[in-house]
């Protein structure tokens, strides 16, 4: 059995507010993932650790990190794959942070607001208080079921470089939710959607460096979501 | 609705400015080995004796312009990302606009009075 | 500092370098070939000679082998813009990115598509023709 050495960012606000790095060495088992890594420093050599962390199986979001500095989910990467003798951890970047690993989201999911990812219908009363369907054909589905599988956990708003510089960029997850109700045959708030990011910086400021996509832990594309929404909106609204 | 217009112009103006510069490139480079175009001769194939042309000195007008254009908003886009602000943003705009403007003029005037030096 | 992005991170990157580089040097030659014709104090046609004269004074000073590596790098970058703008126009309007379509595990993202990325490619090599033939017109490296 061997091991590998965990070099964690440290910041404490309530103490004294330093940032540094912390050693750990953790023994190594195979197939073991970094969240098993930082579980493991937390139960046995720093409870003082903060990470989160909730479903262990890249489908809640919660443990998004800075993994040898690449964002990453945690519970989603195997120590092994990594291929380096030492893993640096650090907090999600592009966003404030809160203690240790843990990242402020709040500015992540006001953005999610404010595109209003919900169904807009013209008709609310019917939409809320009838029992009627809605119905859709597989190919209306197809249009934009890649995109409702995101799981909010912000490693493309991580990777995004325009993200990183102009705070008034919506960012890549906002703006692939979106496309999503854009592209739902179920809505009709197409035009109102459109005109909302029309002018100013809140979608035109994407570039399609793509590294959204790359990062993406469910092979969402919100890059491809991006186009697509840049191209209703530059031909129609 | 702005913005949205602006960066449809920065993608029209990109193509256009493809024909433009070829015309431009070609006349330089391709019409006759380098030497001989960078004389001030009148000799036909010279740099020079491209601005007697008024179809090829106005293809070197477009390409001003739509250079101008192109490049200066580009930096007004590059420029407004590092920064936020109501005033700076406004600010960018105009220093932009004054440059890109300034050129366009200054340019303008260098392709008449060559295009009157050529036509001696 | 990011290098592990993807080939778009890259493309990204170099559009923006080239593209303030190109603009710097569109201010440069403007001015000089405003300078040419007797600078930004003549306003009408200046007598022949002195034209002649400029001209001749600028030709020298532009002259040194340092311009002509310039303006080669330049000619990179020039084509590299131009062939990435194109592909970029492209791709903004959705053009050469794959349809939407439901994840499979391997995520291979449809904006990352084969026909954007070869675009890119076709945009490598042009730009380095570019380049190649710019240091044989200043250089007479090949003599072509």
Redesign the interface.
């Known amino acids: 059995m061997s091991e590998v050495t965990f070099k964690v960012f440290r910041y404490d606000p309530a103490k004294d507010g330093g940032k540094h790095y912390q050693t750990y060495k953790v023994p190594l088992r195979r197939g073991m993932t970094v969240l098993q890594g930082l579980l493991y420093i937390k139960e046995r050599l720093d409870p003082t650790l903060a990470i989160r962390f909730s479903c262990r199986m890249a489908t809640c979001g919660s443990c998004g990190m800075m993994i040898n500095g690449l964002p990453r989910l945690a519970c989603y990467t195997l120590i092994e794959d990594l291929k380096k003798q030492t893993v640096v951890v650090e907090p999600l970047r592009n966003y404030p942070v809160i203690r240790d690993l843990v990242a402020d989201f709040s500015e992540f999911f006001e953005k999610h607001r404010w595109v209003k990812p919900y169904l807009i219908r013209i008709d609310t009363y019917t939409q809320e208080k009838s029992n009627t369907s809605y119905l859709q054909s597989d190919e209306e589905l197809e249009r934009y079921i890649q995109f409702a599988y995101c799981i909010k956990c912000g490693l493309c708003y991580a990777a995004c470089p325009v993200v990183a510089s102009d705070k008034e960029f919506l960012g890549p997850q906002a703006l692939a939710q979106l496309y999503r109700y854009l592209a739902d045959s179920r809505d009709e708030g197409t035009a109102e959607r459109l005109k909302s990011v029309a002018d100013g910086h809140k979608l035109l400021r994407c570039h399609f460096a793509a590294s959204c996509s790359k990062v993406c832990p469910k092979g969402v594309d919100p890059a491809l979501a991006i186009q697509l929404l840049r191209r209703e909106v530059l031909l129609r609204a | 609705?702005?913005?949205?217009n602006i960066?449809?112009l920065h993608?029209i103006t990109?193509?256009l400015?493809?024909v433009a510069?070829g015309i431009h490139l070609s006349t330089v480079?391709l019409l006759s080995p380098?030497e001989e175009s960078?004389k001030?001769d009148s000799s036909p194939l010279a740099v020079m004796s491209v601005y007697r042309n008024v179809l090829l000195a106005g293809s070197l007008e477009a390409l001003?312009i739509l250079?101008?254009f192109h490049?200066?908003n580009?930096?007004r886009?590059?420029l407004?990302?590092?920064h936020?602000g109501k005033t700076y943003k406004k600010a960018v705009s105009l220093a932009v606009t004054i440059?890109a403007l300034a050129?366009v003029v200054?340019?303008t005037?260098?392709i008449l009075?060559?295009h009157?030096?050529a036509n001696? | 500092m990011p290098f592990r992005y993807g080939l778009e991170r890259w493309s990204y990157t170099l559009q923006r370098v080239s593209g303030v580089a190109i603009t710097l040097f569109f201010v440069a030659h403007i001015v000089q070939t405003g300078n040419v014709v007797g600078g930004a104090s003549v306003w009408s046609i200046p007598p022949y000679e002195l034209a002649k004269k400029v001209w001749t004074e600028t030709e020298a000073f532009l002259a040194n082998p340092l311009f002509d590596l310039g303006l080669s790098v330049l000619g990179f970058l020039i084509f590299f813009h131009a062939f990435n703008g194109v592909r970029l126009v492209l791709a903004h309007f959705g053009i050469i990115l794959k349809k939407p379509s439901r994840p499979e595990y391997p995520y291979r993202p449809g904006s990352m598509s084969q026909a954007q990325r070869a675009l890119f490619w076709v945009t490598i090599v042009l730009a380095v023709a570019a380049l190649v033939y710019a240091l044989d017109v200043f250089f007479e490296v090949l003599r072509l």
């Open positions: 609705m702005r913005e949205k960066m449809l993608y990109g193509i400015i493809l510069g480079f380098y960078m001030f001003l250079v101008a490049g200066f580009g930096l886009v590059i407004q990302e590092l936020q440059v050129l200054y340019g005037r260098t009075i060559a009157q030096l001696l």
